[in-house]
């Protein structure tokens, strides 16, 4: 966690191989990524990272079903198996109800659900979860956070970005950044679970 | 799960887009924001609507030319008296039983032989014998024409009729005037017998005519038999006599290449046959002259509906960078989204393209119904045509897809 400005969307870039850093490595299940190609990790990306954004970034004129469908578009997965998959997924975030819907006709707490089906859909090795809170109240947030919690019980890891000490508080690690200095103390306001 | 490979490597298969995903994304990108897409392929509809409409235009106006052309026109010879050689000694080569001699030509409905017959300077055409000075017509010409000229120019008489082989063989002065003529010299009906004076000479008129199918220029003329004006004028002079022919359909390149031959088999050499143009190569002039400036036309409409597709992908483009951005962090790569929004331009290109050619047909159509046309489109431009709204739309996604693929995920997932 950290406040705005402190390097938190630089470090979420990183870890997401959406950038490359311009200091050092990173080593995501021990290969070294900044050696590899923009397309290298563009692949590595698809298939080892799911990401989970405050603003969802949804498809707005496609369903529930098939935005979940998309990330498996990229890896060349026959149409049958993506569909079942889909909806495999969207029943373990609890919304096979809801997967012939639109966005725009979901809550806010469904639409992240959908996110994150679409994340995990593509079995990644890390979940990284940038503010998955900030556009939500805080009922729907504690049952999205309950969400991941159960998914790392799973044994997925799942990485949270967030300025909210009550989020913070959820996670078995917590890492403070502050001026791009990542600490491994915790702040006062935040007593792990 | 059971395959699943933890540990990324080199090895690693890269990302890929297959061509029905391709499609069916770009597809969708299209069908899901139905106004736009209309609005933006709007341009590539006009110009290629334009397009088909300027080639199934010129087209069916070439083809409604060549009907005319071939009713009239590739039924008729004329034969012109050049004289060959000796032009000088031989002021007429037609010989007397021209009309027969042509007549008995297989293929021939009617021909006869006409010359201008020259004046004194100041002779005048009035209908009555000393001079009016009212009723004086002295710029009408005045045409000596054996009787098959008038069989072959087919004149539509208002009144009276034809001056015939009797009326020339046997010197008869009668003549054959136009309404409008007939009109300027005071002439309204035929009952009287009125005569009308060239010079001092007297020719009963026999026949008015209002309409020729044949040899217009006819209607402004005072014609009268050949072996009278013969006499009192003499033959040609200024300019030499020619045939006029009509023949049946298709006869015509048969019929003037024997004509000569036909008319003057001691001297084919002093005619010339003049057989009507080639079809093909009128229609071929007239579709280039009309089609060139409408078809610059078109392309100035296809160059505005590309800078429409191409403005309007671009906006798309700045619209959905948070879409581009996901579909980065979904393990896409920059050239799959290069493809996708050329893949959609094209195929609002495609859809113009379809939607202008068949707005184009139906223009064409139309016009055809409304003027009794038949429609003339050729199938290959009907088939080119949606090709072309694809390489506009192709055309017009090229920037705003580079600029897409150049969209930082970075940047587009924090909006």
């Given at each position: 966690m950290g406040p705005s400005g402190s390097g938190k969307s630089s470090l979420l870039n990183i870890l997401g191989l959406l950038d490359t850093p311009t200091r050092g490595t990173y080593r995501l299940g021990g290969t070294d990524t900044s050696t590899l190609s923009e397309s290298r990790r563009a692949a590595l990306r698809g298939r080892e990272i799911g990401f989970v954004f405050q603003a969802f970034h949804l498809l707005p004129h496609r369903t529930a079903q098939e935005n979940v469908e998309l990330a498996m578009v990229y890896r060349r997965t026959p149409r049958r198996v993506r569909r079942a998959k889909a909806a495999e997924v969207l029943a373990r975030v609890g919304l096979a109800h809801r997967a012939h819907a639109l966005p725009t006709h979901l809550s806010g707490g469904e639409r992240q659900r959908v996110a994150v089906a679409r994340a995990l859909v593509a079995q990644p090795a890390l979940l990284l979860c940038d503010e998955p809170t900030g556009n939500l109240d805080s009922e729907t947030a504690a049952s999205v956070l309950d969400l991941l919690e159960g998914l790392h019980r799973d044994g997925m890891t799942v990485l949270v970005i967030t300025h909210d000490p009550q989020v913070a508080a959820r996670g078995r690690r917590v890492l403070t950044i502050r001026d791009g200095v990542l600490d491994e103390t915790v702040p006062e306001a935040v007593t792990p679970w | 799960m059971v395959n699943r490979r933890r540990v990324p490597g080199r090895a690693a298969p890269g990302s890929r887009l297959a061509l029905r995903d391709l499609l069916s994304e770009a597809v969708a990108g299209v069908v899901q924001r139905p106004a736009r897409s209309v609005l933006t392929s709007l341009g590539t509809v006009l110009g290629v609507g334009s397009f088909i409409a300027v080639l199934g235009l010129t087209g069916t106006a070439a083809a409604q030319i060549d009907t005319r052309f071939n009713r009239l026109t590739v039924t008729e010879v004329t034969v012109e008296d050049t004289g060959g050689q000796d032009a000088d000694r031989v002021p007429l080569s037609f010989p007397r039983d021209a009309d027969r001699r042509m007549d008995r030509v297989h293929g021939v409905t009617a021909a006869g032989v006409y010359w201008k017959v020259r004046l004194a300077p100041g002779t005048a055409i009035r209908s009555s014998p000393v001079a009016a000075p009212d009723g004086a017509v002295s710029r009408t010409p005045v045409v000596a024409a054996s009787p098959g000229l008038l069989d072959a120019a087919a004149p539509h008489f208002t009144q009276g009729r034809a001056f015939d082989a009797f009326h020339d063989t046997h010197d008869q002065r009668v003549a054959v005037i136009g309404s409008a003529t007939a009109a300027r010299l005071g002439i309204t009906t035929l009952r009287t017998q009125p005569a009308i004076f060239i010079g001092d000479t007297p020719f009963t008129v026999i026949g008015v005519f209002d309409d020729v199918r044949r040899k217009p220029d006819l209607l402004l003329d005072v014609i009268v038999p050949r072996t009278p004006a013969e006499r009192i004028w003499g033959p040609p002079q200024d300019e030499r006599a020619k045939m006029l022919i009509s023949t049946r359909l298709g006869a015509a390149p048969q019929v003037a290449s024997q004509a000569a031959l036909a008319l003057?088999?001691?001297?084919?050499?002093?005619l010339r046959a003049v057989p009507p143009p080639d079809p093909k190569a009128l229609r071929h002039a007239v579709g280039g002259d009309l089609g060139q400036l409408f078809l610059l036309l078109a392309v100035v409409c296809l160059f505005i509906g590309a800078v429409g597709i191409a403005n309007t992908t671009l906006v798309a483009v700045m619209e959905r960078v948070g879409e581009i951005g996901l579909r980065r962090a979904l393990g896409a790569r920059a050239r799959h989204i290069t493809w996708q929004f050329l893949t959609e331009s094209a195929a609002l290109g495609l859809l113009g393209g379809i939607a202008g050619t068949s707005l184009g047909t139906a223009v064409v159509v139309g016009v055809c119904l409304h003027n009794e046309w038949t429609p003339v489109l050729d199938p290959l431009t009907l088939g080119a045509a949606p090709v072309l709204g694809l390489a506009t739309g192709l055309l017009a996604g090229l920037y705003p897809s580079w600029r897409a693929s150049c969209v930082q995920p970075v940047e587009a997932l924090r909006r």
């Open positions: - | 003057r088999p001691d001297h084919p050499d002093y």
